[in-house]
T-cell receptor
Framework: GQQVMQIPQYQHVQEGEDFTTYCNSS?????IQWYKQRPGGHPVFLIQ?????EVKKQKRLTFQFGEAKKNSSLHITATQTTDVGTYFC????????????FGKGTSLLVTP | SQTIHQWPATLVQPVGSPLSLECTVE??????LYWYRQAAGRGLQLLFY??????ISSEVPQNLSASRPQDRQFILSSKKLLLSDSGFYLC?????????????FGPGTRLTVT
């Protein structure tokens, strides 16, 4: 079945360092979404990418969608302690138009 | 604006006891509704989703069930809890119509089965 994979599973950085998480799908995606879950909280939608090769920025966060629409990345420049959390990518389920397949997430720890 | 509520926030239940978790959405009509489970430190597992009243799709076999008695109400139930049912249960919604397909999550219920 369709799989969405993320690497790395964990990342520990010093505040001010950059961070990147990668997402790969076993199938071509019509769109990809990114969510952030703070420790003890619930996932919060960050952004959706739709076009091949699309790049979107939100302040220090840069999101990319691959040309083949099977991979994506989230890059954080100069991490801050407020960036701590787990970042999930998700793509539409190929069997259902209503469900999303989430990656297992990348947990980011930022130490001051 | 739309809001999603879940209760209770935390729950400790003995093995073999029943379960009922409730989720309600305000400020929207005809939403798609979803139940996820997240084990400690793990990803999101889709349990059920619903595209309308009385319409439930199950994603994984388990001893849980879901019901949607009203348009904006989604209930997760079990007749007899297992230890493996412990986890963080999240309800989510998305607009049924339109091109937006991002999901919005409720605050979740932390269930510990003892």
């Amino acid at each position: 079945g369709q799989q969405v994979m993320q690497i790395p599973q964990y990342q520990h950085v010093q505040e001010g360092e950059d961070f990147t998480t990668y997402c790969n799908s076993s199938t071509t995606l019509s769109n990809i979404q990114w969510y952030k879950q703070r420790p003890g909280g619930h996932p919060v939608f960050l952004i959706q990418l739709v076009k091949s090769g699309e790049v979107k920025k939100q302040k220090r966060l840069t999101f990319q969608f691959g040309e083949a629409k099977k991979n994506s990345s989230l890059h954080i420049t100069a991490t801050q302690t407020t960036d701590v959390g787990t970042y999930f990518c998700a793509g539409p389920d190929s069997n259902s138009g209503y469900a999303l397949n989430f990656g297992k997430g990348t947990s980011l720890l930022v130490t001051p | 604006s739309q809001t999603i509520h879940q209760w209770p926030a935390t729950l400790v239940q003995p093995v073999g006891s029943p379960l009922s978790l409730e989720c309600t959405v305000e400020g929207t009509s005809n939403p798609n509704l979803y139940w996820y489970r997240q084990a400690a430190g793990r990803g999101l597992q889709l349990l059920f989703y619903s595209v309308g009243i009385g319409q439930i799709s199950s994603e994984v076999p388990q001893n849980l069930s879901a019901s949607r008695p009203q348009d904006r109400q989604f209930i997760l139930s079990s007749k007899k809890l297992l230890l493996s049912d412990s986890g963080f249960y999240l309800c989510a919604w998305r607009p049924r119509l339109g091109r937006a397909n991002e999901q919005y999550f409720g605050p979740g219920t932390r269930l510990t089965v003892t």
